[in-house]
């Protein structure tokens, strides 16, 4: 099983930037994509982006030109990168691994007007 410990969030004025990390750890062997979701208040999350164990990224459509996914095999880590934000960013962000295992505890973004 492989557990996530996201962290980054915080509060940001919009046009502000943000980093968010995520450490994965258990059998991170298995890992073959980490990547974001996020869930705003009364919506169901979406996935944002996506970086696979070769470096290969997707990105929905609302963050790309403005989010930046990378990742660093050697220490499990992968990060989001949020240039540009928007009040419609607002949401708390959960890191993901593929196989799917659990879900960490999430990473609140507020982007203030």
């Known amino acids: 099983q492989v557990h996530v410990v996201e962290s980054g969030g915080g509060l940001v004025l919009a046009g502000g930037s943000l980093r968010l990390s995520c450490v994965a750890s258990g059998s991170v062997f298995s890992i073959k994509a980490m990547g974001w979701y996020r869930q705003a208040p009364g919506k169901q999350r979406e996935l944002v982006a996506t970086?696979?164990?070769?470096?290969?990224?997707s990105y929905t459509d609302s963050v790309k030109g403005r989010f930046t996914i990378s990742r660093d095999n050697a220490k499990n880590t992968v990060y989001l990168q949020m240039n540009s934000l928007k009040p419609e960013d607002t949401a708390v962000y959960y890191c993901?691994?593929?196989?799917?295992?659990?879900w960490g505890q999430g990473s609140q973004v507020t982007v203030s007007s």
């Open positions: 993901y691994t593929y196989p799917f295992s659990s």
């Open positions: 970086i696979t164990s070769s470096g290969s990224t």
